[in-house]
């Protein structure tokens, strides 16, 4: 066979064929790409509505779990109103449960305050001013120096809070009261000694922030705004017959229930091609431009357990 006839055997691919075969190639990569970018935004989505679901539960539950605990004074009928004050100005309050309306729309504060469910129990003082002999305490429930308790007398039907100014051996424990003076009396077996907690709720940087006795953690990111309205029993049957916001509360001894609103936003921005409306508090609001971002509405009504029969 001649080198001639080999040489017109041998064909290849046009210019045309090839570009053809780019273009398909161009068209195929661009379909896979569509597919691959929605993808990611269907997981980002999804992500994003999965954390906001979690951070307005995790807000709620540390919220509705203060709240339930507000205003415990042992077993003093009167509550707070029975109780001498003899600690620092930090828990210096008129009312286990104070609400602030934020100004301008701005996120509400709840501060609460009260003592801890699990008391000590005290075996005796010699006199007011002198050091008090407790029970031992179980482990997790030791009284450290420096902070502020609840001593109360379910006899007496008085209480006191003072500040503890050291613990020794684990059973006395000596006072450090404001001003100097002694606590209103001595009290003996039958007494309890009760942690003091005050709790303050707000919204800031975008996370909803608690100070727990002077000391202010950042609970749940992305908790855009907090508006809470107030159940007011007026009558005394434990039921309330209205809610309103704090500046319109009569008196804050007769709460017996809260309402707590949140708006949760989503971490990442773009998740939408347009602002999207959202309601909360009863008003519906549309985001700035290049807000595209989503939201969503948290709501609970929690009644205030310690002033509940």
């Known amino acids: 066979m001649s080198k001639s006839?080999?040489?017109?055997?041998?064909?290849?691919?046009?210019?045309?064929?090839?570009?053809?075969?780019?273009?398909?190639?161009?068209?195929?990569?661009?379909?896979?790409?569509?597919?691959?970018?929605?993808?990611?935004?269907?997981?980002?989505?999804?992500?994003?509505?999965?954390?906001m679901q979690e951070n307005g539960?995790?807000?709620?539950?540390?919220?509705?779990?203060?709240?339930?605990?507000?205003?415990?004074?042992?077993?003093?009928?009167?509550?707070?109103?029975?109780?001498?004050n003899n600690t620092k100005a930090i828990y210096d309050m008129t009312h286990g449960l104070i609400g602030v309306e934020g100004a301008s729309g701005a996120p509400d504060t709840l501060t609460m305050v009260g003592g801890k469910g699990v008391s000590i129990a005290v075996q005796s003082q010699a006199s007011a001013s002198a050091n008090i002999t407790i029970t031992a305490a179980a482990t997790g429930?030791?009284?450290?120096?420096?902070?502020a308790v609840l001593i109360t007398d379910c006899g007496g039907g008085?209480?006191?809070?003072?500040?503890?100014?050291?613990?020794?051996?684990?059973?006395?424990?000596?006072?450090d009261i404001t001003g100097g003076q002694d606590i209103s009396k001595a009290y003996g077996a039958g007494a309890s000694?009760?942690?003091l907690v005050k709790s303050i709720?707000?919204?800031?940087?975008?996370?909803l922030q608690r100070t727990m006795n002077g000391i202010t953690t950042e609970l749940v990111e992305d908790i855009?705004?907090?508006?809470?309205?107030?159940?007011?029993?007026?009558?005394?049957?434990?039921t309330p017959n209205y809610y309103v916001s704090a500046g319109n509360v009569v008196d804050m001894d007769q709460v017996v229930s809260v309402r707590?609103?949140?708006?949760?936003?989503?971490?990442?921005?773009?998740l939408t091609t347009a602002p999207v409306n959202y309601t909360f508090n009863g008003s519906t609001s549309t985001p700035s431009a290049g807000d595209h971002k989503l939201r969503r509405e948290f709501s609970s009504t929690i009644a205030v357990r310690n002033r509940l029969p």
Not at 141 to 147: A, H, I, S
Request: aromatic share 8%.
């Open 224 to 238: 855009e705004d907090m508006q809470i309205l107030y159940g007011e029993d007026t009558d005394n049957d434990y």
């Open 158 to 175: 008085v209480g006191d809070m003072f500040t503890v100014a050291g613990v020794t051996g684990g059973t006395v424990v000596s006072q």
């Open 5 to 51: 006839i080999l040489k017109a055997n041998q064909q290849g691919m046009t210019l045309i064929e090839i570009m053809i075969a780019m273009l398909l190639g161009l068209f195929l990569i661009a379909g896979v790409m569509k597919i691959y970018i929605g993808s990611k935004q269907s997981s980002r989505m999804l992500d994003n509505l999965s954390r």
């Open 57 to 84: 539960r995790f807000a709620m539950d540390f919220i509705r779990r203060d709240i339930r605990q507000a205003d415990y004074w042992g077993c003093l009928q009167n509550g707070l109103a029975d109780v001498t």
């Open 260 to 270: 707590v609103n949140l708006l949760a936003v989503s971490a990442d921005n773009n």
């Open 193 to 195: 000694i009760h942690h």
């Open 201 to 207: 709720y707000f919204i800031q940087g975008g996370a």
């Open 141 to 147: 429930n030791e009284l450290q120096t420096g902070e």
